[in-house]
Structure formats: C-alpha cells, structure tokens
C-alpha cells in the first residue's frame, strides 16, 4: 500500500512551522501510543506512521528532500544524509519521547548518579534598594541535607562497599519490549542507583545524607532587581549515595523606596515646587541613591508635569560599569493657605495678567469657544 503524504499524516501543511510539526505530533503520539492501545494493532501502525513523518518534517535537511522528491527521496537509501536507508525507528522513538515525555515514556538515559541528585532549595533574601545600588555580603542560615561524615556519602557501612543492583545488573535502568517499541525505565529496585546497599550506615541509614543547619555568606551583586535569581551551583541539598548536590537558588526582594522608583537601571523621583519658583525659576539640591546631592537648576517658567534628567545617577548595570539615569519631575505645588499680604499679591498680579504670560490656557479657551460656536 502507498504511503501517505507526510503533511497528511501529521495534519499540516507545508508552510507550518517546526513548533506547529512538533505539536501535531505530539498529540498523534499521545492518542496512539501502545501504551494506552495495548493490542491495538491499527494505533501501533499509525503511531509509527506519525513518528516517521516527524523524523523527516522535524529535520530541516530530510524536509527539504522530501519537499523536493517525495517518499522517493528516501528509497533505498536515498537523500544523501538524510535518508533512511535501514533506519532503527525502535531506536529513534525512545529519542522522541524522552526528549518530548522524559524518561519512563519512552525514553531515559540519565546516568543512574542523576538520579540520586540532592534537591535545588530556594532562599528569599529581601534587601534595601541602597543595598540594591552598592551591593552587599550578608551570611544566611537554612536546613538542609549534607553528606553523612560517617560514611563519606556513600550510605554503607564504613569498612563494606555496595553491591550491584540484581535486577537491572548495575545500570539502574530496565527495558521491556511492547511490540516494536523498546521502553526503558527507571530500575524499581534500585530507584536508578544501580546498585544495593548491604550493610547501611548507622549515622544516616544508607541514604549517605542528613539533615543539618547550615550557614553561608552570600553576595549581593550591585544592580539586582526586585525578582532577581541567583544561582548557587552545588549549594543546595547533598545527593544520597554519592550523588551530586543541588543548587541554592536566592530570589532577591527589593523594597520599595519612599523617595526614587525603579525601572531597569533608572530612578525617578518627583520634586516639588512652588508657584514663584517654578515662574522665576530657581536652583534646588535633590537627593541621589548613593547618598550625595545633586543641584538641578529650575529654569523660568517650568510647567508642572516637567522632567530633568541626570546622566548617571541611577542605578548600575549588573554587568558593567555603566550607571542608568535619574528623571526628576517637577511638581508645581499650589498654596493652600494664604495670608492676607499673600493674598493681596495675586489678586494684583491677577488684575495685570496678560494672555501672553499664560499661552495653555489662552488656547484652551480658543479651544472652547468653537465648540460652544459650533
């Protein structure tokens, strides 16, 4: 019987993308994979039919091949590299599924040693946004699981060795076969270990682990984030039996500031001012996130909403030597108890204001008398 069209198969067209190919499968590999169609003989053949239209639509090189020349590209070894020839498809759907499913579906070449990694252990660590500009060294204390001294780790019986694990012979994976298809799996005995302990150390009952408190003293870079991750390789908890120790990753929390916001390597802040100062303009000394001072100069007639910028005096880059800037808003602040000298001014200033001195309102006004006209 002819075979199909590969697109056909998979359900796409030739203009999907390799996201689009690898969805499509994966929901054909899901539906008709044997192990939810034991002795189905119909889903075992379309399940095969779908992994091999993936092998070739999921490479570039055998795509365009086939694109070119159809199913005849692959005939009796045809297509160059991309051929088939007497490809191992028992072989190539265990790389699919692990790399789609991981291991027990399908798939599972981990070394048994990955199995008995120690868990990734996450701190939060809250700090000060001047903390955040200067970074700092702080010390953190956390439980955890380090390796028993007793037994150096290795969860036997100081002066005994482990023996191999008898059911998977000392690889800590198993296969069974189901039809054409080879399935290998974590060895149940052993937990993937590939080995069994006879004689398990008193300290720590084999596991070759125990808890403890433990101290360390962290740094802070300059320049992190609120949500900033820090990874710490190898600082997380000890493996059992000789594993590798996990990661400590330290999610950083910066506090909010009463006076500067935050975005990216920016700073800003919103300075008031008052009425004669923002018309006559004036000189005013801000503060800056290191602690200094800075002197910005407010010109004449600055409308309120106004924005300064000051190179350089935001926050530094992680990686770098590079500093972001500083906005500074002027806010034009508006009395809100006058005495009666204060009072008699601005009347008499009111009675001698020209359109001229106030452009915004001359053409807000133009603004609403043709729409009352109109």
Wanted: proline share 3%; hydrophobic share 25%; with cysteine.
């Amino acid at each position: 019987m002819a075979k199909r069209d590969y697109y056909e198969v998979l359900g796409v067209n030739k203009s999907a993308s390799a996201d689009q190919i690898k969805s499509a499968y994966r929901k054909l590999a899901v539906k008709y994979h044997p192990d939810k169609n034991k002795g189905d003989k119909g889903a075992e053949e379309k399940f095969k039919e779908a992994s091999e239209a993936y092998h070739v639509l999921s490479n570039s090189e055998r795509k365009q091949n086939y694109d070119n020349f159809g199913h005849a590209a692959f005939e009796n070894g045809g297509g160059g590299r991309g051929g088939f020839g007497n490809f191992d498809f028992s072989n190539h759907f265990s790389d699919i599924f692990e790399d789609f499913f991981g291991e027990g579906f399908g798939g599972g070449r981990r070394s048994r040693r990955s199995s008995n990694r120690g868990s990734d252990l996450r701190y939060d660590l809250s700090i000060s946004l001047e903390e955040a500009f200067s970074g700092k060294k702080q010390d953190i204390k956390f439980s955890t699981s380090e390796k028993c001294d007793t037994c150096s780790g290795s969860g036997s019986k100081p002066g005994h060795q482990a023996g191999s694990c008898s059911m998977c012979g000392g690889h800590g994976q198993v296969r069974s076969s189901q039809g054409f298809f080879t399935v290998q799996q974590t060895c149940p005995q052993c937990a993937g270990a590939g080995e069994k302990i006879t004689h398990p150390c008193s300290s720590c009952n084999g596991q070759g682990k125990k808890q403890a408190s433990k101290r360390l003293s962290v740094t802070i870079p300059k320049g992190v984030d609120d949500g900033t991750r820090i990874r710490l390789s190898g600082k997380g908890e000890a493996g059992s039996r000789g594993g590798s120790s996990g990661d400590l990753y330290l999610f950083i929390n910066v506090h909010s500031h009463d006076l500067f916001k935050r975005s990216d390597e920016n700073l800003f802040f919103e300075c008031p001012v008052s009425i004669a100062d923002a018309a006559l303009g004036t000189s005013i000394e801000i503060p800056t996130i290191d602690g200094g001072k800075a002197k910005l100069k407010i010109p004449a007639g600055t409308q309120g909403g106004k924005q300064f910028r000051l190179r350089g005096k935001g926050m530094p880059y992680m990686r770098g030597n590079d500093f972001g800037d500083l906005y500074v808003q002027v806010n034009t602040e508006v009395p809100i108890s006058l005495n009666k000298e204060q009072r008699e001014l601005l009347e008499k200033f009111r009675e001698i204001e020209n359109e001229k001195s106030n452009p915004s309102i001359k053409k807000f006004f133009q603004k609403a008398k043709s729409f009352w006209k109109n």
